[in-house]
């Protein structure tokens, strides 16, 4: 068995922490209970900190203003990555003009707004319309019909040889302590099954997510790999794309991975942290 | 360059022919044009058929309706194999009692109605009625809402262990000239990924529709598999599994794969039909 | 918990029991200690059995000797219903002559032996044999040279468009208490993606070997599905089989299925057995 | 129809170059008739270039020196950039001390070697040795008996939960004009399925390969993105990857992408190159 150690003797080797968001930070109630802690005690250390997520429903401002509302000040908007940032970053680098099919929200297509593109529901496509779409983006589960927009969808694939891309490699997410919700990560392999394209994924356990954090702490402050630590309550994306990138990794047992599950679940998967921990709490 | 033989001097080797329906009896816009003189030919020839169809929609005996209504009246309700029918003994065998939950239209429940299950739509089931599910049928990607239904049968699967049966493998189905419509198969596919089961699927290429068929034309007439050819239209279902169960088979070229596409997806595939004929229509 | 059984008990409600062989009748030390107590009792009590296996390796006549030498007579070679027997009817319907070309040992050959086939090593095919080529298949994991034979076939699969037979879907076997081996199923799937072609695959849990052994059975016995239990020691394969074929199925523990890790494996997969038992030994 | 266009008139807007090896720099005859040209051109005008490559079968030294001995002294080994270096660096971060089990020649293990790391071939471990073996790498498909080592090293991952990296996510490459070799990739998701880990992954399209070069190449020049083209034969790894990083693309047809194909394969994958060139040589 492996052993479980005290999260603040952890994170007192390293001068950086990347922090999941959901069962690590919050969960489906708010805020993880004591984190606030968390948060003090790497600003009174001078430590700095990243929240890394596959959120992209909505604009990091607006991902701050949630954790603002729940009593957490120390999350600003400049300290979250989220992987619609990459899907934002590749619009702007790779498609010039015309419309950008989306599946989600208003408040997510905010990854996809930039001057010379124009975002659209693929509800709100119209035929005329079809030979202008240049790209297509899957943003968040919620904002669509699922039944209507995806047989779109489908359909539009078929006509248009586009760049279609995944911006939360999410399958499901949690919505209460017993119920998940099918996450935009899942919904998108079932149309590229369907479309028989490949679609561009972004989110952890990719490493680009990870590059760009690291890209940004180091315009910051002066690190190396060696001083970051990841931290995260899922084995297949935040850890196992933690240690691909070259980083230490604590698993916590507040979120996804249960504490009875922890050993059963690294030996049969062969995804191993670095250290587990029992929440992200300095206590 | 394989080469394009005469149906009708090929289903003159074969006492009996299975027709898969979608893309070789019926298509889009109704029936194949022409194909009655097929069935007037098998007739006036006392040759045997069955309609072999991955249709799990509606009965055999609505499903004859409608071939009754578009004017073709040689298919009866008892030539019909859908593998919903497949289905229906699962649950006849192997569920006792309690509620079965679909999805699908009212009609597809046709196959889970029998004297001690009661069918019961996801979309209806109250929690109190979660203990009593002891089964779940994938049948029609019509008369639900997807979103809903869709995640509770998720987080249904996340609270009991219980068999679920796929009625219909296929992915997608043609809608008209141009555009399909996601498939019952494709859908569970995505719920399975997600809730981490192993479902049980029902229909081509799996063998145990051809044995149906099989088993029920050996109670009216005295063939082996030589006697037999199955005709279809797409390689990965009726030929694949044609081939699999040992009988010889016919693709045709009026359906999903276009007389430009044959030779490439058969070598691309690996999977050859005995004969290529540009369609099941005798002339 | 679901609850052990007795397999006394359990047996007594059926008049034939399909056995799977490894894990459950014999495991890598020799027979299952005390197991023939089982086979005298079915005698006893005149109900049918059948082992029903995965194994291409050797022909039924082989693997009937094998239980003889070991002690066990009971199991006759015509109580063997082996994968390879699938595959031996695949190309007696459907290759008509030329070269069938193999990977596995002189003795798994048995099994593409018939008049007007030439069953050849894929090792030992020339140049000047590959346009006789007519099918390929796989039959066991021993006798090949697996760097240069694997190679030769990837590139046999290039130049040919033929049938791909796979007669063991298995993708690993036990070889000491410790030990597994890679098995012909495991080498098949590689072979394939890298071919990009679509392979016909005979085994548990595909319902054609339960099918097999159903006819011959009925030939013998009038029996229906009901009085037909099956029993294994592997979820994926035998249970899952043979629920869909609409058995009964008995889960045992003797053998890959751990008496600890039984209902969890149940649970996270959803493949349910009608009962467990501790092993098929009749006590 | 896309249009084809001229390689140097493309290069011309961009000032880095990354060029995929196998196809466009060489191929299994030596070197591309004329390529030399290319580096020429490239050095005249000032513009920087990497060679980005799944090949982990030798050293950067090793690969460089092969090019000097065609005759192409352009190619300096600081100027390759391969997947085994991001092995190297996993090991270097990730792994204190111990055996690192490798499949390869002792080529490939050039990556494995450091200070505080002992290299061991699956082949040589002892069983006094598994408890000291920290990682295991695949390498190259040579150097190693496939039969006897994969069993081993698919004992070896059922014994010791250590982390394992493939080198070269290549499922195979070309052999001859008409010949491929399976590659170690493939290899590597055959016994990935078997063991049930997840294995880390290095080449190709993944980012972290190109994250690398970019590194690299901002150390010497001050350039972004849109400066910098990668040239490849292959859309599932050079064009998919190098688009993904944001990257500009050219799909040459002197490779594993033959002229006639690539409208097909464009659109059947929807990986969209920004350029199609006939090749990369300049003329």
Excluded at 236 to 242: E, K, R
Aim: charged residues 25%.
């Amino acid at each position: 068995m492996r052993e479980i150690s005290d999260f603040k003797s952890v994170i007192d080797q390293y001068k950086v922490v990347f922090f999941d968001a959901f069962g690590v930070v919050k969960n489906y109630k708010g805020l993880v209970p004591g984190i606030e802690k968390t948060f003090a005690y790497l600003e009174a250390e001078k430590k700095e900190f990243y929240i890394v997520t596959n959120d992209a429903s909505r604009s990091p401002v607006h991902l701050a203003e949630k954790y603002h509302q729940m009593g957490l000040n120390a999350i600003t908007h400049d300290r979250i990555i989220s992987s619609g940032m990459l899907a934002k970053e590749y619009l702007d680098l790779k498609v010039d003009d015309g419309i950008v099919a989306y599946l989600g929200t208003r408040a997510s297509a905010h990854y996809i707004e930039s001057s010379d593109l124009h975002p659209l529901p693929v509800g709100s496509i119209k035929p005329s319309d079809i030979d202008n779409v240049n790209a297509l983006v899957f943003l968040d589960d919620e904002g669509f019909d699922w039944c209507r927009d995806l047989n779109k969808t489908v359909n539009l694939l078929r006509r248009r040889t586009i760049p279609v891309i995944v911006a939360n490699t999410d399958d499901a997410y949690p919505l209460t302590i017993n119920d998940v919700s099918i996450a935009v990560g899942g919904i998108a392999t079932m149309v590229e099954n369907i479309a028989g394209k490949e679609f561009i994924r972004f989110g952890k356990p990719d490493s680009q997510l990870f590059m760009l954090a690291y890209e940004l702490i180091r315009e910051k402050v002066r690190v190396t790999k060696p001083d970051i630590v990841m931290v995260g309550d899922t084995l297949h994306t935040d850890i196992l794309g933690g240690n691909k990138f070259g980083l230490d990794t604590i698993l916590v047992l507040s979120g996804n991975t249960l504490p009875g599950d922890a050993e059963t679940k690294i030996t049969s998967t062969g995804i191993i942290p670095t250290y587990i921990c029992a929440s992200a709490v300095v206590v």
